[in-house]
């Protein structure tokens, strides 16, 4: 009864929408010609969107490493520092993407950890930051698309970025970051055409301070961002020295920013602290699924897809021309991420755009983000985020173009409609869901991950918080524990946590990481057995 209700409310609104379109239709073409407007109201969306559901989906709560990782680099940064002082018995606390010497410190660069330390500071809770950086792209995203797309060709883009990568997105409803490269690739897209048709300086600081933003959240990426910038301007690069050289002065604190972030946490100003990771400690997901999973002849289904992942990242023998493609075949599928299934209809229309070169130059851009992360051996979407509205304008371009055929206008709008359908349902479903029970509707969803949290993390979050005092947990694997699932996970001061995650090394070894914090309850984490044993630590 539920999802008749949903698709009969759904099918109500779009039939509506149908029929008043042609008396909306000059109140939207008044907006889109208000620039700033447009963008503000793109911008307070996706915020109200999600803060709507709340009752059923309160913020979320970090269970991966690497959102652990960005963690601790706001908490870092909040202490005022890059890097923090080693931990005394380090080995207790080895954890994925932590390096524990020189300094103490995550793997990543501050960008994300930037967003995440503002939004704690100023509203309380780090996931505030992640909402600042989606309504700042939604809002980025029609900046951009003007620069390319008509008025009212960019408010229905920047729409689409709202249903596409808002409230039900995983990159507003995680901490691994996305919308914040996102944010920094429309300063830089939007800026490109303006130079272009005026060489202003305000857009020269825009395109600087684009880039800037990204060195600090995807330095690596940010080399294929600048190739591209400059690509934009072949065809007559002596008409842009000024801006270039306007642009690279912004962006110069960035990379300064980042030289330090290097000296602090690994001792050299050129060495990443994600290189010194992996020479410290290789790469880790690869290295144990070689090592553990593949003698072993029954797998967990996770084991299972993290080998064939790794087999297609890297190879049977090593880079090879033959691997290189073949993981770029793999990673295809990941692309749709970025499209919503409705816009694939207008995909191929974006073809008949390639007459022109600037839209040849989104083309070979995207090419070149795909190639070029393709030298990496693992992949997650928010490595190509910069070219999120790239995404969206190739969506965009294809429904102007559809509106030059026969009857093409009402096909495009129609492609617009289905694409807002689609999003309404999910969200209807989510704002259906109860608090314990999600709707049984959300397995067959796609790339979104607005679940209710962790239960067996929640459960001993809980389980702690009801005890007194401050704590130490040490961290009992078993043999077949599977690595993905990492419980030691500790804050920028350790020493000033309520609770302390350690390793388990052995009752000698723990009882000498008590001594140093002296006054705590110890307790033994068992978490590979169902349900997940959480007992006192017996001295």
Known sequence: MLAFGIEFALAALLLGFAFTWRRVEPLVRRLSSRTVWCMVLLAILPVALRLALLFHHPAPRPDVYDEFSHLLVAGTLRHFRLANPPLPMPQ???TFFVVQEPAYASIYPIGQGLALAMGGALFGHPWAGVILATAAFCGLCCWMLRGWVTPMWALAGGVLAVVEFGPLCAWMNTYWGGALGAAAGCLVFGALPRLRASRRTRDAVLLGAGLGVHVLTRPYE??????????????????????????????????????????????????????????QYGVPASLIIQANVEPHRELTPQQALDYRMQRAFHGEGGETLASFF??????VRFYRFFFLAPLYLALPAFLASLRQWRYVWVAGTLALFAL???????FQVHYVAACTCLFVLVGVVGLEQLCRLKAGREAAWIIVLLCGGQFLFWYGVHIADTADAPSPATQYETWQTLDHGNVRRMAVDRALAQASGRQVVFVRYSPRHIFQEEWVWNEADPGSARVIWARDLGMDEDRRLLALYPGRTAWLLEPDIEPVRLAPFLR
């Open 92 to 94: 207790f606390f080895e």
């Open 222 to 279: 940010s080399v294929y961002l600048a190739i591209a910038a400059v690509l934009f301007f072949l065809p007559r690069p002596w008409r842009f020295w000024r801006a270039g050289a306007i642009a690279a002065a912004v962006a110069l604190p960035a990379l300064g920013i980042t030289a330090l972030q290097n000296k602090q946490v690994t001792g050299s100003w050129i060495t990443l602290p994600y290189t010194l990771s992996q020479y």
């Open 326 to 331: 073949g993981r770029l075949e793999y990673r």
């Open 372 to 378: 070029g992360v393709n030298l990496f051996p693992a």
